[in-house]
């Protein structure tokens, strides 16, 4: 049986060794592969040097091989090994050092002696390898030689774009990013969870939103995003999510907007609320990834996160820990799901009136018993009723729906009987 | 000594026994017993098939007798010794039929064995019978005999209307039913606290509302009430109360309007919060009467409910236990009680302006003590001050009253002598 | 080392003794004293009879001596003594009488045996002498001779006004009264700590607001002051702060402004939460100083308090117990010092904006680290960040420093360096 956790986490398999970075040949890679499941998705790109606010375009990074050969000769911190060993935008170098000047360019975590760290340098040239503080406890003195063939070079930023349009122009954005090397929870579980989410929306009848699905780079490529598309993304988005950390079993969460109480808060709520066992609710405070650049000041997009382990949370986080076994099918399958859910609703999320003062006689259309009898059951009944008692034009479905304690989702069968019924109608 | 609660339980005895439904002789008998004690009260009819809305006006429905005869020849579920072991608008039918075929037909509660159930099919033509479990449990295979004399024509709905004038067309609604068979806290305690209220309000000088007191058949009712007059009620009521449920004496309840923040809900919160020991709070989701109709979308009066034990919540609601011992002299004096004050308090609940700026000096008007000496007790000098420190012209009576939590009766003698003394004015 | 707490405590030791009352030459005295410490004051006068509102200036008092001579020939209640001993505004009288009589104006609190209550009767004539209840359960039957050589006679109020202009015409005012004889935390605390307040202030460079501080008879001067000058306050005053009981040391404490949600009340709050241990909030309705007039309706200033030991709430007030041992430099220096914070505080609290949508690239400015690497203490960079990511233009530095969890104070350094890298700018 066709499993979509199992079709994710065999694309994250596919995609976990790749290198990527803010730009370069991974990214590409990257995006390569999505299109082959999402032909409609166009690669742009963006030349170094690009001005985007207050942000310049870096230059791109291709890398060839790294490692250091130890006095005794062993290779350490090898690229080709694992390529969380170098440190992203390291500069090029050849070079002999004692060990107390390596030790200046070297990352460990002495509280996880275990694990590789993710450390990056973008915006200053310089140079540096990760590895286990196991590893580094373990280096004698001596001269180490140091080999980085590397290059920064004026070339691109690359991100991919994803439109399924719909029935009107009010758009819904789901945004991810292709920046990390191999981390599978923050960094794969996003353009994998993403790619899923637009099969799925594609397969939608009767789309009311257009639907925008972002590949970026983090920060940067967000920020030359919206630089381009300020005033579009203004006019007609109407709700978008940050997909990051939608890998793991361990927890679902929510991160606010700025403004926090925009349309994608009510509806990721509404939907965690009801469709999960139970979630975290992280404030705009705690936030960490593009919803830094989507709810800035003068953006001001209603943009929010719906994850399961958020990023920082989880001791794996940005090391290498974080990696396939982090991440399951069932953890992948659990965030599409709420995803999925959410965008549902919002579909439906429309502001509903009924047509005539009073109760409408449901008796007559079989929508309520005929014989008054307080023995029956009469919970179908009353949701339905509790609807129309509130359906009076000033509030969306999801309105209704907290006001009666019910899901939005399971209202959705009776929006359809009423509308059927022409005992409602939707005012927007 | 007069008693209002024993003149009130002595009414109630007087209309128990009358078979009411929603439509014929019954409801007409019990208007009639009202307009004796109320001469105001007028009597509407509006004819079957009249359209209101999305309802029609049902088949006028009289009853000469029903009962069924046992196989051993005893009569069982006389209709003349109970009124309420017929269903409501049964059809006519004389037949004989086995045990089996009349079980689908009767009706009776496992779990309160001697109660006998109150069940109507007013909108689909049907008949039965309603019995004690222990009864129906007792019964014999064999041929039974069922005799129902009873007829549905083309006739009338009745309902009556009493209209006491005030200085203003502003309107205050009391609503309460007349379509119960013998049923006392929930149909007999709304009808007879209504009436005495009504007597009281007559006697009330310098009325500032006009009330309007309606005694509807139930749903139908109010919906050809709303029908016929929804623009006036839209213009002028400023508050409403569906008086039912108001004769026993085990709880004090509120049920909230569809908007939960009307007059008529601030009012009635801050009544039972002041003048009685404990109250139980509905939203409107446990809604079960008139409200339903008066609160809907496209009428949306202010409209809620002040009760004794709420319809639903205790175990003799809709059966013939339900019957005069639920019911006492002071229950539904307490109910009485709460009404008119929540009354009294609409009526000086008016916006009220101190006349200067800076406290006024109410030494000089022997208002406030000359010597300042912190061993008096300046509380009522402190409830006046209080009064007047909030008496910005922005606030009614109620606002100020929970300010400074004092309740709004005990500071209408303070308002008199205010204005008397000409420190304040009334803004509306 | 010059210490503010002793320079107040010094100043407070000179002006205890002096006989304040509502009129006369110890408000003059008093103001006097201050004068030399503040030359910018300037003394008004207003004639009695004067019509203030709904108010009267009453006669000047003065008093040259008083005293009771006891049947044995002892001297009691004597002026010169303790000028409580004096009922305030007692008429002249030279007469005996029997004890029996002279009880009926005398003053004692059984239950604080040892102290001297403070008594009044500004507005009815009358005489009366206060003592201790053990002095009082002391006399003799016998006749006394009652001494008061007083005067009231058509003269002058008396109040001093001290402004500190600034860059604008917005004003913020400091309130506080000379009007109460030899007590300390509820009188003298009072217009000391404003005294070195408006020192401070004079120090400060580029001041936003207007200072006006006011050194009053209570309640009628504040009445006359707000009579003469509503239009003005009016227009200009932002926020102003009642400056009285701010010399003990075991509480600090707020009273809010009738309107509840003035600038005042929200530097207040925020400044006492981030700036004490312990705060406690009192509601207008526990009020007692001149905010009765300042926040009265049709005045309705933004006037709160803040305070140490509120009036009312500590044993001592308005007795002889409230002496120079009850407050200290300590104690008036807490209060001088959370009071000058919260005008630092109203001096920033101005709205600002981030310049560029997207978050600014800090790295390049040297305001963010290059390596991103979580082994690194981010939480000076995420002040800031936060600081820049609520910065929309809507919110003022409280608001902001709320949201964001930090004092406003600590964020004035990190406005300081965005507004110097034009990151940021000022809206109002």
């Given at each position: 049986?066709?499993?979509?956790?199992?079709?994710?986490?065999?694309?994250?398999?596919?995609?976990?060794?790749?290198?990527?970075?803010?730009?370069?040949?991974?990214?590409?890679?990257?995006?390569?592969?999505?299109?082959?499941?999402?032909?409609?998705?166009?690669?742009?790109?963006?030349?170094?040097?690009?001005?985007?606010?207050?942000?310049?375009?870096?230059?791109?990074?291709?890398?060839?091989?790294?490692?250091?050969?130890?006095?005794?000769?062993?290779?350490?911190?090898?690229?080709?090994?694992?390529?969380?060993?170098?440190?992203?935008?390291?500069?090029?170098?050849?070079?002999?050092?004692?060990?107390?000047?390596?030790?200046?360019?070297?990352?460990?975590?002495?509280?996880?002696?275990?694990?590789?760290?993710?450390?990056?340098?973008?915006?200053?040239?310089?140079?540096?390898?990760?590895?286990?503080?196991?590893?580094?406890?373990?280096?004698?003195?001596?001269?180490?030689?140091?080999?980085?063939?590397?290059?920064?070079?004026?070339?691109?930023?690359?991100?991919?774009?994803?439109?399924?349009?719909g029935?009107?122009?009010k758009e819904i954005l789901l945004?991810?990013?292709?920046?990390?090397?191999?981390?599978?929870?923050?960094?794969?579980?996003?353009?994998?969870?993403?790619?899923?989410?637009?099969?799925?929306i594609?397969?939608?009848?009767?789309?009311?939103y257009t639907y925008r699905?972002?590949?970026?780079?983090?920060?940067?490529?967000?920020?030359?995003?919206?630089?381009?598309?300020?005033?579009?993304?203004?006019?007609?988005l109407k709700a978008g999510f940050?997909?990051?950390?939608?890998?793991?079993?361990?927890?679902?969460?929510?991160?606010?907007?700025?403004?926090?109480?925009?349309?994608a808060?009510?509806?990721?709520?509404?939907?965690?609320?009801?469709?999960?066992?139970?979630?975290?609710?992280?404030?705009?405070?705690?936030?960490?990834?593009?919803?830094?650049?989507?709810?800035?000041?003068?953006?001001?997009?209603?943009?929010?996160?719906?994850?399961?382990?958020?990023?920082?949370?989880?001791?794996?986080?940005?090391?290498?820990?974080?990696?396939?076994?982090?991440?399951?099918?069932?953890?992948?399958?659990?965030?599409?799901?709420?995803?999925?859910?959410?965008i549902?609703?919002i579909e439906?999320?429309?502001?509903?009136?009924?047509?005539?003062?009073?109760?409408?006689?449901?008796?007559?259309?079989?929508?309520?018993?005929?014989?008054?009898?307080?023995?029956?059951?009469?919970?179908?009944?009353?949701?339905?009723?509790?609807?129309?008692?509130?359906?009076?034009?000033?509030?969306?479905?999801?309105?209704?729906?907290?006001?009666?304690?019910?899901?939005?989702?399971?209202?959705?069968?009776?929006?359809?009987?009423?509308?059927?019924?022409?005992?409602?109608?939707?005012?927007?």
């Amino acid at each position: 049986m066709f499993d979509i956790g199992e079709l994710m986490y065999e694309r994250a398999k596919a995609l976990f060794p790749i290198n990527r970075s803010l730009t370069g040949d991974g990214v590409r890679e990257t995006l390569n592969y999505i299109k082959r499941v999402l032909p409609e998705l166009t690669m742009h790109q963006v030349p170094s040097g690009t001005q985007a606010f207050d942000w310049t375009v870096p230059k791109e990074w291709s890398i060839e091989q790294a490692y250091i050969i130890c006095p005794d000769g062993e290779k350490l911190c090898d690229f080709e090994k694992c390529n969380l060993h170098l440190m992203g935008y390291s500069t090029p170098i050849d070079t002999v050092m004692p060990l107390a000047e390596l030790q200046k360019h070297l990352y460990s975590i002495p509280s996880l002696p275990k694990a590789i760290p993710y450390v990056t340098s973008y915006y200053k040239e310089n140079w540096g390898f990760c590895l286990t503080h196991e590893q580094r406890e373990s280096l004698k003195e001596g001269d180490y030689h140091i080999v980085i063939k590397s290059a920064l070079f004026d070339g691109v930023l690359n991100y991919g774009e994803v439109i399924i349009p719909g029935r009107t122009e009010k758009e819904i954005l789901l945004s991810t990013y292709v920046c990390h090397p191999s981390m599978a929870n923050n960094e794969l579980s996003g353009p994998i969870v993403s790619t899923a989410l637009a099969e799925a929306i594609k397969s939608m009848d009767n789309r009311e939103y257009t639907y925008r699905i972002l590949f970026l780079p983090e920060t940067i490529g967000s920020i030359v995003y919206i630089n381009k598309h300020l005033e579009r993304l203004k006019k007609h988005l109407k709700a978008g999510f940050i997909v990051t950390c939608v890998g793991d079993e361990r927890d679902y969460s929510y991160l606010s907007s700025r403004q926090e109480d925009t349309l994608a808060d009510k509806v990721a709520m509404h939907t965690l609320k009801h469709h999960t066992d139970n979630y975290t609710t992280y404030s705009f405070l705690d936030r960490g990834s593009d919803e830094r650049q989507f709810c800035s000041p003068g953006v001001d997009l209603p943009v929010c996160s719906i994850m399961r382990s958020k990023y920082g949370t989880f001791p794996e986080y940005h090391t290498s820990l974080d990696n396939l076994s982090l991440i399951t099918p069932s953890g992948l399958k659990g965030a599409y799901d709420v995803l999925l859910t959410a965008i549902k609703v919002i579909e439906f999320n429309r502001v509903y009136k009924v047509k005539t003062p009073c109760e409408p006689q449901l008796g007559k259309r079989g929508l309520y018993p005929n014989t008054s009898d307080m023995q029956q059951d009469y919970s179908d009944v009353r949701r339905m009723t509790n609807f129309l008692a509130y359906a009076d034009g000033t509030k969306d479905l999801i309105d209704i729906a907290e006001k009666i304690g019910e899901s939005a989702l399971s209202l959705i069968p009776i929006i359809e009987k009423l509308l059927a019924s022409n005992l409602i109608e939707r005012l927007d």
